[in-house]
């Protein structure tokens, strides 16, 4: 079984800053990608953040660029999201999720976490 932990949400003022982690565990799987998503109530959840596992090359969404920086340690098997200069509009529950290839879209991960909330006050 492959199980993928976030931590670090929580409530914070606008232009403040949180660090979400992600820790995998469990059985060996293929991944190629692993990425942050983001889901409000009433609308679809989006691509945030990724990175290439083998390579550590990274992609964001334009919304968030120059804000956020998402990284992996391959070694303690977990990924990061370095969110600063958070906006009301990052309100969301934060997941991550595993891919066997890489893709911006929900349907290409298989293994998801189970969230962790960011609320951010104006």
């Known amino acids: 079984q492959v199980q993928l932990q976030e931590s670090g949400g929580g409530l914070v003022q606008a232009g403040g800053s949180l660090r979400l982690s992600c820790v995998v565990s469990g059985r060996p799987f293929s991944r190629a990608a692993m990425g942050w998503f983001r889901q409000v109530p009433g609308k679809e959840r989006e691509f945030v953040a990724g990175v290439v596992w083998s390579l550590g090359n990274d992609y964001y969404t334009d919304s968030v660029k120059g804000r956020f920086t998402i990284s992996r340690d391959v070694g303690r098997n977990a990924i990061y999201l370095q969110m600063n200069y958070l906006k009301p509009e990052d309100t969301a529950l934060y997941y991550c999720?595993?891919?066997?290839?890489?893709?911006?879209?929900?349907?290409?991960?298989?293994?998801w976490g189970q969230g962790t909330q960011v609320t951010v006050s104006s």
């Open positions: 999720a595993s891919a066997p290839r890489w893709s911006t879209t929900e349907g290409g991960y298989d293994y």
